[in-house]
Structure formats: C-alpha cells, structure tokens
C-alpha cells in the first residue's frame, strides 16, 4: 500500500480547534488548528504521547465528545465526502456512525457490553443500518467473525465479551465496526492492551481487511515505532498541534521534526543497548542528542546471588461439581538465580505466570511448592514474623500507577508510611527530609509532597511508586509490567531512572514484562515463560542473538520492526 | 447450577442452627421470665408453678431446645404464650396486610425511581437533576410522623380523598382503598434516598467504554439509554431489592400503626412487650429462612442477567 496512495481525499480536517470547559481556569485548548488529510483507500497514522490530542481528534470525527464541555471554534471544519461533519445532528449523524465511520478502542473488554453475546452485538449493528432481519443479520454476524479470524465462531457468536481473550475481543470490535462496509475505520490505541503476539495478528487483519475493502484507516497510537510497517501517512501530534505530517518513508527515513526524531529514538532496540536511553528533551534542547555509548550486560562469574529460587510453583484450587476441586497450575517448576546489581528478565504472553512468580516472591501469593533463597534463607518457610523484617528489603512495583497509589493520600503520606511501619527515620521531620531527598533523586519537585496521586501524569505517579519502594532501601526490586501502562517516551524516562538507581544503590531487579525489547534493554539475563513453565533461560544477549526455543523465536518475530525500506511486512 | 443450589442448600442448615441457639440463648438469659408477666397482680407461687409447667419452662434448658429444634422442623411453632391462639393462625392473619402494604410500596418505589433515576443520571449537573437532587434531600430531612400527621389532616380528613385509617377484609378493596394513603407516606421517605442511590448506579454505567462504542455504533440515546445502560445498572438495584426482601415481612410499624392495619408490625411489639416466645421464634426462624431463601435466589438471579457471574 506504500506506493500507490490514491489522492482523492475522504475526509479533510481544517482548522479544527477544541477547547475544554474547567471549573475555575479558562477554557483548555485540547487542539489548536489542526488540519489533517485522510486519502481515500490509504492508511494514516496519528502519532503521539498521552495529551497530544490524537483521540480527541477521533473523537471530534465521530462527535463523541462530551457536549457540555467541549467548544468547538465555528470556524473549524471536518469534511467527509465533502461534507462538514461538525453541522451533521441527529439522525443524520447516526445513519453515518457505524455505517460510513466505524471505531475501535484501545480496551476491547470494557468497549463491549458485557450484559449481550458478542453475535447481538454484530447483529445490532447490521439490523440499524443495513436493514437487515434478525436471522439475515445472524447469518451476516457469522461470516464477520470468520473474516476477522475469530477460532471456533460457531461457538464464540454465543458468547459474552469477558469469556474471550483480548485479543478475540478485539476482533469481535473489528467486526462490528466493518459490519456496514465502512469507508473510514478510525482505530485508537487498538493494540496498546494486548500481547506482542496478539498486536502483530490484529495489526495484520486491520490491514488485510483495509486493503481487501479499500477503506480507510485512521490508526491512533503512542508507538512510533509500530506504524511503520502498515501506514502510509504519518502525523506526528504534541501538545493538540501537528508538528510533522508526510509520506512514512520520509519520516522514518529523514524526519524533519525534532520531535519526531525524539519519538523515533527512545523506544529500546533489539540491536543496541545504549548507556541511557534518549528523551524527548535531548531532542528539543539545541545541540540534540548525543549517544553516550552502549553498555555490555551479562551475569559475571564473580556475581554475588542475592535471590535464589528452587522449584518455585504456585496452584489455585477451582470448584468442580458438588464437592470436587480441580487444581491449575499457574506456576510449574521455576528455578533462577539473581545476582547482586543485575537484572533478570522474565517476558511471556498474558498467562505465562511470569505476574505469578512475583507476587509469590513477596508473599501476596501463598507458594505452594520450592524454595526462594535469600541469604542462605527461605522466604517462603518464614513464619510471618520472620518474614516482616525481609519485607522491606524485597520490594515490588506494579503495573497500573493509578490504581496502586492510595488516592486520599499525599505523596508525603505514601512515602512516609511505609518507613513508619518499618521504624526508618527518628521523627516526621526526619522522615519529611528522607522523603524530600527519595522525590529529588525520581526527578520530582519537592513540591509534590503535600500533593495527591491524582495531580500527577502516569510517568509522574510511576515515579512515585518507584520512590516508596526506596523509601525502605530494598536490595531486591520486582517491577511487574512496570513501564508497560506508559507512554513509549515516557516510559524510556523510568527506563533510564531505574537504571541509574541500579548503578548508584546496586539494586537488583526481577522485570516482569510482555515487552521483549524492553527486557533485552535492561536486563543481563532473560527467563521466558508460557504456560507457568520455564521455557528458556540464558544472558540476554544471547537468547536474542540465538533463541533456541520455537516459542522464543515467535515472541521474537512479533515484535514491530519499525520502518522496513518499503517492503511492507503486512498486508 | 444444580451442585451449586444443593450446596447452598446444604449451608442453611448451620446457618439456621445458630441462629436459633441465638434466639434460645438472648430468651433464657436475657429475655425475663415470662410467667411472671403472665401470672400478672394474683401472684402465687403454685399459680407461677402452674403457668411455668404449662408453658414448658420447668423443663431443662437442653429439654426446652430440643422442643424449639422440633418446632423449627415441623413449623408449628405451638400456641402464644399471651393469647392461647396457635402461632400459625397468627403469622397467617398478620402477614397478608403486612405484605400488601410493603409488597405494593416496593413495586409502586421501583416503577417511580429506576425512571426518575435513569432521566437524572442522563442529563447529570442540568437543572433537571438540581431540582429532583433538592427535592429527594428535602422529602428525605421531614419525619415520616410529619408525612403521616399532614397527610391524615389533610389528605384525608379535610379532603376527604382518603380514608383516615382502616382495614377490610378484602385484598381488593384493601389494596384500592386502605393501601394509597399509607403507601403515599411510605414513598414520600423511601423515594428519595432510593432515587439518589439508582442515580449513581446509572451514572457509573454511562462513563463506562460500552456506552461510547453504542453510540459510535450510530444507536439513538433512546436505545443507548434503555438497552445498553439499563440492563447493566439493573445488576445493582437488583441486589439491593433482593436484600431488602425479607424485611417486607416484619411490615412497616409506624404506618401499621397509624393507619390501623393488623399486620406484623404491631404482632412483632405486642409479642416483644409481653415476652412471648413463641411469636418471636417463629418470626425470628421465618425471617432467617426467608433472608437465606432469598440469598440465593438473588445469586441465582445475578447469574441470570449478568453473565460475568460465576456460581462457585
């Protein structure tokens, strides 16, 4: 699709400016004069961080934005087929949603209604607009859900949303949205929730399906790096402005935006493993950036072992019958050793345990065989008592940095708890100074103190996190998808925290992660797993170099490759 | 399905064991002797032997719950201890009133404020939802005796629409007649703390992700509204329904008593005031059966419409 883009223009965007309403301050200008061509049969990527405003754009395209609040300046237009969407109301609008513009999301399992089988879904949306009978309509619903590669669909049209994976649910949505034979499909953040594995097959359907039906693609995305392979129009967004648009082989292969070339840069690569990773700010301080080097990693012989786990395995009981169990074995016989200052990697698909392996490592989950050696002793078979004195030197991070920070506490309350509970620091002063010092080395101002949770972005809050866990001095870290729920630049920011943080202290981390170049990045030794099983081990370099495992190598395959010289690798 | 309700089935018979060893142990200890009260002003000793053979209470205290376990078996819980009438002939004249009363209050509640709710959800922070707001707060604040008082000089006595208080013996002409006056006043307090409690069931839906792709999906608000977010937000009131189930059946004392309507109500404080245990036991073993009953039957409805549920 590269070469041939057709220049008939579907819809054009001009001059679009949104403005939110907020409580006590002007209004917020969420887009400012944005003007964006979609050609018809084309695919075109809309690129940027948390904020950029990519989805509000979509979402003015479909007029889902919340009316109370949203101002739309008169003289913004949206044409669709020449004609301006923005004064479409009513049942007009309706007859076009759905039909001639359809929408996925970034989360297939709260986008569906989890009270309707999946097939009622389908089928409402092809009794609306395509006036079809309920049973013509089922018969329709059913060819959908094989066209979009749904397994078993006979059986899976009577399902309901949660008993599918992401990834089926997400082809459930895709079905859905070209049901009606849409001329413009706008997907949003439509692989960000799922495996690495599962984004590659659903980036292939969109574009199979878009090429097939010679439709539309607004893509909508955080991930430079992903679009590559299938787009072929890239707009970058900061800040509700566009900073660059063209043809992907130019912004890939010479990007003119500083921005852009940020973008590009600080998502990790499977072939370098630079000392840190750049930022956006190297590329927008005059000078840009400059590597400092590559770093070599690896266990030495001479490593000290911090952790030593034996056999570790975890299994939950599920009822069966009237008074039967059935046991799942959602960790089988995992055995590793972490080194003093070192990190260890475990990827694997949703599923794999690897989330398993760490919340057993800290005791939320009750271990149910082997052992996890930490000075010689097992953490395992303490008795809580001996336990709580270990607890602060083996400390966890966890995925989601909205949910794991108490939201009716203030940053000094949440850092300061923690040292209370294990006696570090003599009085609150003390503890305020220890807790003043932990947010200046994460890279906050000490102004955050009396703030909540809630007034901090993502990358911000996953800072804070990172700074309870220092506050009790741990030697062990487990980042459980850490950096996953992030933006890829912001995420490059923790990346590089973390990794200065193990250089000053000597900490060693146990990182959990679906992302297989991320762990490449950041870790000396790489364990992957599927299904609760250890399926290979070894330094990290070299299981990307030369995975032996065929499962490995998948995971490997899976991963976006980014610009690939015009030869596109989907599709 | 089957496995599950057996279990459940299996797991009321503990339950009800404590709570009538409960009940035996807060009467014996706590609950005074009541030949005492029974043998009133000519107080002998023979007459108060008399009355405590008859009613059972010379017996051993392991005798006397050996008989309680008996009655909760057969149901038939002997004759109150107050009035010589068999209990059954009591609980079933008493709770017919008692349930027309709360039963049509709670259909009447919920056919006015899962609408009323829904409309106040959909159009949040507008005026429509500022004045229902006020006046739920406002109809919540004033005593149901105000409501009862105002609507009897009122309603009742001055225009005449009503009846100021009474019974019959038909559920027909109770139930046009007798039951709007006291159910009016009923609704004025539940309505409004039911109306702002469905509300935010109604508003935690519409912010939900599903509610988007229906709309992206080109569906009018109307079926947004009335398919998609209605069912959903029906899980929870559902919940809270079947919970408040079995209080239907003590009844509503303050209307019973007003209003002159023999139900449970009035039983439950007689039989409290003159210690007769028997009544208690009864109603106490009925409302734990029916709040048991009733569990389950709310679980087994969950299961029903929402398909996340799991039996287990």
């Known amino acids: 699709m590269n070469q041939q883009v057709q220049q008939d223009t579907l819809l054009s965007i001009r001059n679009l400016n949104v403005r939110f309403k907020q409580e006590d301050a002007e209004p917020f200008h969420a887009l400012k004069s944005i003007n964006l061509d979609i050609p018809k049969n084309a695919t075109v990527a809309l690129v940027g961080e948390s904020g950029s405003g990519k989805s509000v754009t979509s979402m003015a395209i479909m007029q889902l934005l919340p009316q109370m609040q949203t101002l739309i300046d008169p003289a913004s237009q949206i044409l669709f087929e020449g004609r301006n969407l923005l004064d479409v109301h009513g049942a007009e609008l309706r007859r076009l949603r759905g039909k001639d513009i359809a929408m996925i999301f970034q989360e297939p399992m709260s986008s569906l209604n989890p009270v309707f089988t999946v097939g009622d879904q389908i089928v409402e949306t092809l009794m609306l607009h395509a006036k079809l009978s309920r049973s013509a309509a089922a018969k329709r619903a059913l060819e959908l859900l094989i066209e979009v590669g749904l397994p078993d669909p006979e059986k899976k049209i009577k399902a309901y949303p949660h008993e599918l994976s992401g990834g089926q649910q997400q082809r459930v949505m895709i079905a859905i949205a070209i049901a009606c034979e849409p001329k413009l499909l706008i997907a949003d953040e439509p692989t960000t929730a799922l495996d690495v594995t599962i984004q590659k097959q659903i980036l292939e359907l969109i574009a199979k399906l878009q090429a097939k039906r010679g439709m539309s693609v607004l893509f909508i995305t955080h991930d430079l790096g992903l679009v590559g392979e299938f787009a072929d129009k890239v707009v970058v967004m900061r800040h509700g402005e566009i900073r660059e648009a063209g043809d992907v082989q130019q912004i890939f292969e010479n990007p003119q935006n500083a921005y852009t070339k940020a973008l590009l840069a600080c998502r990790p690569q499977l072939e370098q493993r630079p000392l840190r990773l750049p930022v956006i700010d190297d590329f927008m301080k005059p000078g840009g950036f400059v590597s400092a080097g590559e770093r070599q990693r690896g266990y030495q012989a001479d490593d000290e072992i911090v952790l030593d786990v034996q056999g570790l395995a975890k299994s939950f009981d599920i009822r069966q019958g009237l008074f039967g169990k059935k046991q799942f074995h959602a960790v089988k016989d995992v055995s590793f050793k972490l080194a003093r200052g070192k990190t260890l990697g475990i990827v694997g698909e949703s599923g794999s345990g690897k989330t398993t392996v760490g919340l057993t490592l800290v005791r939320l989950h009750q271990a149910t065989g082997g052992k996890a050696l930490f000075e010689g002793k097992d953490l395992l078979a303490m008795s809580p008592k001996e336990f709580h004195a270990y607890k602060r030197r083996i400390q966890i991070i966890f995925q989601n940095p909205y949910a794991s920070l108490n939201p009716r506490f203030t940053v000094e309350q949440i850092l300061a708890e923690p040292m209370m509970l294990h006696g570090i620091g003599n009085n609150a002063a003390e503890r305020q100074k220890m807790a003043q010092e932990l947010l200046d080395r994460v890279g906050l101002p000490a102004r955050s103190l009396v703030k909540y949770p809630h007034e901090f972005s993502g990358g911000q809050r996953q800072r804070i996190a990172i700074a309870r866990c220092l506050t009790m001095k741990p030697e062990v870290l487990i980042c459980d998808e850490s950096v996953s729920a992030l933006d890829v630049s912001v995420q490059a920011q923790v990346l590089n925290l973390l990794q200065d943080l193990q250089d000053e202290f000597k900490l060693s981390y146990l990182f959990i992660s679906h992302d297989l170049a991320v762990v490449k990045h950041i870790s000396d030794q790489v364990l992957v797993m599927n299904k609760g099983e250890v399926v290979e081990q070894g330094d990290s370099d070299a299981i990307y170099r030369q995975p032996k495992e065929s499962y490995t190598r998948r995971l490997l395959d899976s991963i976006p490759q980014g610009w690939t010289g015009g030869t596109p690798a989907l599709a | ?312």
């Not at chain 2, 004249?93 to 709670?106: A, E, K």
């Not at chain 2, 056919?111 to 429509?128: H, K, M, S, W």
């Not at chain 2, 006020?134 to 006595?157: E, K, N, P």
């Open chain 2, 1 to 312: 399905m089957f496995a599950y309700i057996v279990r459940r089935v299996l797991q009321m018979i503990p339950t009800l064991f404590g709570v009538m060893l409960l009940v035996f142990v807060l009467f014996n200890v706590f609950g005074g002797d009541p030949s005492l009260v029974l043998a009133g002003k000519h107080l002998t000793a023979e007459s108060l032997a008399n009355i405590r053979a008859q009613l059972g209470l010379d017996k051993s205290q392991s005798a006397q719950f050996l008989i309680f376990v008996k009655q909760v078996l057969t149901l038939d819980f002997g004759t109150s201890w107050s009035t010589q009438q068999p209990v059954s002939d009591i609980i079933g004249s008493r709770i017919g009133p008692s349930l027309l009363l709360t039963g049509s209050m709670l259909v009447v509640d919920l056919l006015i404020a899962i609408p009323l709710a829904a409309t106040v959800a959909y159009f949040r922070r507008g005026l429509t939802d500022r004045i229902v707001t006020i006046c739920c707060t406002i109809a919540m604040s004033v005593s149901a005796l105000v409501y009862i008082i105002a609507g009897q000089y009122w309603l009742a006595y001055k225009f005449g629409w009503f009846p100021v208080s009474g019974w019959s013996a038909s559920a027909w002409h109770n139930l046009w007649y007798y039951v709007p006056l006291p159910m009016l006043m009923g609704l004025m307090v539940s309505l409004g703390p039911d109306i702002r409690f469905y509300r935010s069931f109604f508003i935690e839906e519409l912010g939900n992700d599903y509610v988007r792709t229906a709309r992206a999906k080109g569906l009018s608000e109307r079926v947004v509204m009335l398919k998609h977010v209605l069912r959903n937000a029906l899980i929870p009131v559902v919940t809270t329904v079947m919970m408040s189930l079995p209080y239907l059946l003590i009844g509503a004392l303050v209307l019973e008593t007003f209003f002159s309507i023999p139900g449970m109500g009035n039983a439950v404080v007689l039989a409290v005031n003159n210690s007769d245990f028997p009544i208690i036991k009864a109603i106490t073993v009925y409302i734990a059966l029916a709040t048991m009953v009733f569990n389950l039957l709310a679980d087994l409805i969950y299961k029903l419409i929402d398909p996340r549920v799991q039996l287990t």
